[in-house]
């Protein structure tokens, strides 16, 4: 079964950092694309980033680039969104999600965690 | 990237069918066939429910149908059903990005 499990949320003053962190299971982690979304209070999905099966492609929303960073670890099946100078509308829900086909990026989100709050307020 | 455009709600009795539609522009929707729709409960992440403009995941409905002309794609369900009372998201391949639609509330009367 696949599993998606983010952690790393939290409340954080604006122009503070956070590293999210969201481990996988159940699938050949390796093989997959695998992406952040995020939602704000109240408000729709908004796509963040992504990073290709085998690290070489990464791509961002323009919001966020420059101030996140997203990597993996294919060793420990995980994926990582480190937010630096953070902002009162980086305030969301942020999910972990995997591609529905293998080395495919065609944004088909088949899997997502439960997703982490991350709260920029002073 | 500016978020592709959903009615804001979107009701039927049940048993009936709605549409839900889905405007973006020719960079996204109208330029790539990866057009994906999402229905997301409240307090729940959301679940994939079309991919590849009109494919249906394994354990999807039939009810539930895609289509796009254009600019435009849409989302269709048929025979409404109490459960399908939620959020709905329309999402595009935009090159190297993708956009996500506005949020559209289907309530079942």
């Known amino acids: 079964e696949v599993q998606l499990v983010e952690s790393g949320g939290g409340l954080v003053q604006p122009g503070g950092s956070l590293r999210l962190s969201c481990a996988a299971s159940?699938?050949?982690?390796?093989?997959?694309?695998m992406t952040w979304v995020r939602q704000s209070p109240g408000k729709g999905l908004e796509w963040v980033a992504n990073?290709?099966?085998?690290?070489?492609?990464?791509y961002y929303v323009d919001s966020v680039k420059g101030r996140f960073t997203i990597s993996r670890d294919d060793a420990k099946t995980s994926v990582y969104l480190q937010m630096n100078s953070l902002r009162a509308e980086d305030t969301a829900v942020y999910y972990c999600?995997?591609?529905?086909?293998?080395?495919?990026?065609?944004?088909?989100?088949?899997?997502w965690g439960q997703g982490t709050l991350v709260t920029v307020s002073s | 990237q500016s978020a592709l455009t959903q009615p804001r709600s979107v009701s039927g009795s049940p048993g009936q069918s709605v549409t839900i539609s889905c405007t973006g522009t020719s960079s996204d929707v109208g330029a790539y066939k990866y057009v994906s729709w999402y229905q997301q409960d409240p307090g729940k992440a959301p679940k994939l429910l079309i991919y590849d403009v009109d494919k249906r995941p394994s354990g999807v409905p039939d009810r539930f149908s895609g289509s796009k002309s254009g600019n435009t794609a849409s989302l269709t369900i048929s025979g409404l059903q109490a459960e399908d009372e939620a959020d709905y998201y329309c999402c595009s391949y935009a090159g190297s990005s993708y956009v996500f639609g506005t949020e559209t509330k289907v309530t079942v009367l």
């Open positions: 999600a995997r591609d529905l086909r293998d080395r495919d990026n065609s944004g088909y989100f088949g899997y």
């Open positions: 990073i290709k099966h085998d690290g070489s492609r990464i």
């Open positions: 159940g699938f050949t982690f390796s093989s997959y694309w």
